[in-house]
Structure formats: C-alpha cells, structure tokens
T-cell receptor, first 115, second 109 residues
C-alpha cells in the first residue's frame, strides 16, 4: 500500500461511453499526476496538478478531461475514447515539486480496455 | 533533462547481488539520479536517488561515478520479489520524470 488508491482497477468501455477514473491520496501531498502506460511503451505523463491547479497538459486529446476538486482527489473523465486508448492509467502524488527533490507515490492503476 | 541508457534485460541468481547499470553521459551538474521499479502491472515504486555521493537505504545502494556520467543500482541480496522493470531517471528539481524503457530484471531461483 502506497497511500494512493485508484478505482476502478479494471474498466471495459465502448467508444461511445462516458466513464471516470478516480484517484485518492492519503499522504497529505499537494501535487497529483495522471500517467498512461500502453503495452511495451514507457510511462507517459498526461497531466499535473499542483495545489489543485493544472500546471501541465502534455498534448493530451480533449477526450481525456482531468478534474482536481481538492488536493486529495483526482479524476480523469473519459469520453468517446478510441481502442488505442486502451492502457494502464496510473495516478501518482508527491509534495509540491517546485524547487524540491521528491519521490512520487503511485497508485495500483486502472486497466482500461476500449472496445 | 538528460536521457538515460540502460540494458534491456538482466538475470540475477536469487541471493546474489544484482548490479543494474545506467549511463547518463549528458547529465548536468544540478540533475539528480533517481531509480524506480515497476513490478508487473503495478505502479512504479521509488527506490533511491542521489546527486554526487553514493547513497544507501533499506532497499538498495546507489553508486555514482566521479564524473557522474554513469551509475549503478545495487540490490545486495536479490529475491524473487525483486523481479521487475527498473528505471533510471535524471531530472532537475521541479521537472517531469521521463521513465524510459528501463531494465527488466529477472531473479532466478
């Protein structure tokens, strides 16, 4: 247990569905992240939130919409996804990264399959 | 941030030391070296980090060469549970992590 939980752990959805992934951290951190890991590819950073403000969006398609209502919760809203979006989606948290050297704590991930 | 080069895969006998190398020849003076590992289908786990000096914690040791162009992660007594992909990352404070493809370590009974 890393103190970062993700639900659901597995999700199968059709291309016309709308679903949301949830992440919660119990570590008192103030930065949260979404990563995507496709089969046999490196982790790709998608979004970064610092003190609930989005500070990074690495050219992610608009069909992925993040939401950070407070420093403990992070959502990824999914809409009209493509089969190539099937991947492991990982959430992470850390202390504020600005000017600091820190480790990120990762959740177990959500295995998403788009049919 | 500087990029890293790691062997694609390695084997290690159970109970022996696992030495995982990493080249980071373009590292700059203010970039730290981080190591993470990822056990199959789980989230990555932080192991250790360092700047210039060698570091040791309860999980591993990190040896950084004097010119800082390479480093070695040492797992002193590898167990089957250490089978994972190990990522060597260099970064400046506040910047993003680039995980690369890592080294797939298999610990053999």
């Amino acid at each position: 247990e890393t103190g970062v939980t993700q639900t659901p752990r597995h999700l199968v959805m059709g291309m016309t569905n709308k679903k949301s992934l949830k992440c919660e951290q119990h570590l008192g951190h103030n930065a949260m992240y979404w990563y995507k890991q496709s089969a046999k590819k490196p982790l790709e950073l998608m979004f970064v939130y610092n003190f609930k403000e989005q500070t990074e969006n690495n050219s992610v398609p608009s069909r992925f919409s993040p939401e950070c209502p407070n420093s403990s919760h992070l959502f990824l809203h999914l809409h009209t996804l493509q089969p190539e979006d099937s991947a492991l989606y990982l959430c992470a948290s850390s202390q504020n990264p600005s000017g600091g050297f820190y480790e990120q704590y990762f959740g177990p991930g959500t295995r998403l399959t788009v049919t | 941030d500087a990029k890293t080069t790691q062997p694609t895969s390695m084997d290690c006998a159970e109970g022996r030391a696992a030495n995982l190398p990493c080249n980071h020849s373009t590292i700059s003076g203010n970039e730290y070296v981080y190591w993470y590992r990822q056990i199959h289908s789980q989230g990555p786990q932080y192991i250790i980090h360092g700047l210039k000096n060698n570091e040791t914690n309860e999980m591993a040791s990190l040896i950084i060469t004097e010119d800082r162009k390479s480093s070695t992660l040492i797992l002193p007594h590898a167990t089957l549970r250490d089978t994972a992909v190990y990522y060597c990352i260099v970064r400046v404070a506040g910047n993003q992590f680039y995980f690369g493809t890592g080294t797939s370590l298999t610990v053999i009974p």
